[in-house]
């Protein structure tokens, strides 16, 4: 048998070290002649928090090590006015770095490096990142988001910087819309923090530069947001395959044509946890006194409970919101006729409203059959073959 020339076990500071080198003493995963030769090293340097934070102003003006700026393809650094609020003042030889170190277009989705120029007389930074975002497409926006800031945050670690300024991409000439790409910025940040180790970034500021009050407010909000659902959550996207039950796609040209699903599911109510972040929810009640009441969704100014779905779609529609969902009570409560008029007058607004619904991307109808539910407990707690 082979044991490895070296083994390297992280635990958390909480946990009992000695207790581990014991184990792997007494299930002899280590040589005899090495069992006693192990060593215990505790390293706290890598765990350290980074602090994420807003701020309001000029990107060019920013206190941090490296800059993150958009432009297109060509690296003209004209295309945007951030771009161009970068050029003015850090100088036309960043232009010539561009157009010396990166002859050839550039590939969506990719960045190139230059020194800071005039900037860093100004500002502390000594770099700035220019990535080439593609046009915006509603399905693929935020992945597009997330793996670009990764890409920054990973390229700042490799660059030994300690802190990093980055606009809201995509939201200018590109129109991505401001709410997702905080809430796929945010998310991006997340992922990296909780992953990086021994990363050199101590301090991740997102600068915000139009409607400055309100995108504070939103940032706060969705922050706050991606704290408490980040928790608990088991699968990164939503499949109906991890969930039993009814799921069907409502057809229409109208959708179809613009990318927009509309979907009806008959399953558990956790299925909730498992739709993206970002993904607005509404509570919806029948019978007299109909309620339509907001349950999640940052940024939307949804406050009368006393509503009809319409009304929230179209607070959807005007938030830019991509993705929504309601969901009904309990579908053994209610007789099917009214179910069945409650999501059709669902899918109905959607393509009322769909030629000004450029962002939204999908619509869940969810009607919890907790009976069907209450049903696969029982089966899962007394049949060994579940």
């Not at 807003?54 to 060019?60: C, D, S």
């Not at 090590?65 to 100088?91: E, F, P, R, W």
């Not at 409502?250 to 993904?279: D, Q, R």
Request: glycine share 6%; aromatic share 8%; with cysteine.
């Amino acid at each position: 048998m082979k044991y490895p020339v070296e083994t390297f076990i992280c635990c958390s500071l909480d946990e009992d070290v000695s207790g581990v080198v014991k184990t792997i003493n007494d299930c002899c995963l280590c040589a005899q002649e090495d069992r006693f030769k192990m060593t215990i090293n505790t390293y706290l340097e890598g765990f350290q928090q980074i602090d994420v934070v807003v701020e309001a102003g000029a990107l060019a003006f920013a206190k941090a090590d490296v800059l993150v700026n958009t432009t297109d393809a060509h690296l003209t650094l004209s295309s945007g006015t951030i771009s161009k609020q970068i050029l003015k003042h850090a100088g036309t030889g960043i232009l010539d770095e561009c157009k010396r170190n990166y002859p050839s277009k550039m590939k969506e989705g990719s960045f190139a490096v230059t020194s800071s120029g005039n900037l860093e007389k100004i500002s502390k930074a000594h770099n700035i990142l220019h990535c080439v975002l593609p046009l915006f497409e509603k399905d693929k926006f935020d992945q597009v988001i997330q793996n670009m800031v990764k890409q920054v945050l990973v390229e700042a670690d490799r660059m030994k910087c300690a802190s990093i300024a980055i606009p809201l991409i995509g939201t200018g000439k590109l129109e991505y819309p401001v709410r997702g790409t905080l809430y796929s910025m945010l998310e991006a940040v997340y992922d990296y923090t909780a992953s990086a180790i021994c990363s050199s970034l101590k301090r991740i500021v997102l600068i915000l530069h139009e409607d400055v009050d309100k995108n504070i407010q939103q940032f706060n909000e969705i922050r706050s947001d991606i704290e408490q659902e980040r928790h608990g959550r088991f699968w990164p996207n939503l499949s109906q395959s991890h969930f039993p039950g009814v799921y069907k796609e409502i057809h229409s040209s109208m959708f179809a044509k613009l990318s927009t699903k509309v979907v009806l599911m008959v399953t558990s109510t956790a299925v909730m946890k498992h739709l993206p972040l970002s993904t607005v929810v509404f509570h919806v009640s029948s019978g007299i006194g109909k309620e339509v009441c907001l349950d999640r969704g940052s940024g939307l100014n949804f406050t009368s409970k006393y509503s009809k779905t319409e009304d929230a779609i179209d607070e959807c529609v005007k938030a830019t919101v991509t993705d929504v969902a309601f969901m009904f009570a309990n579908g053994k409560q209610k007789a099917s006729g009214i179910l069945k008029q409650e999501c059709l007058a669902v899918a109905d607004h959607v393509s009322r409203v769909i030629g000004k619904a450029e962002y939204l991307r999908r619509v869940t109808i969810l009607v919890p059959d907790v009976l069907f539910i209450e049903t696969c407990k029982q089966l899962l707690a007394t049949n060994s073959y579940f």
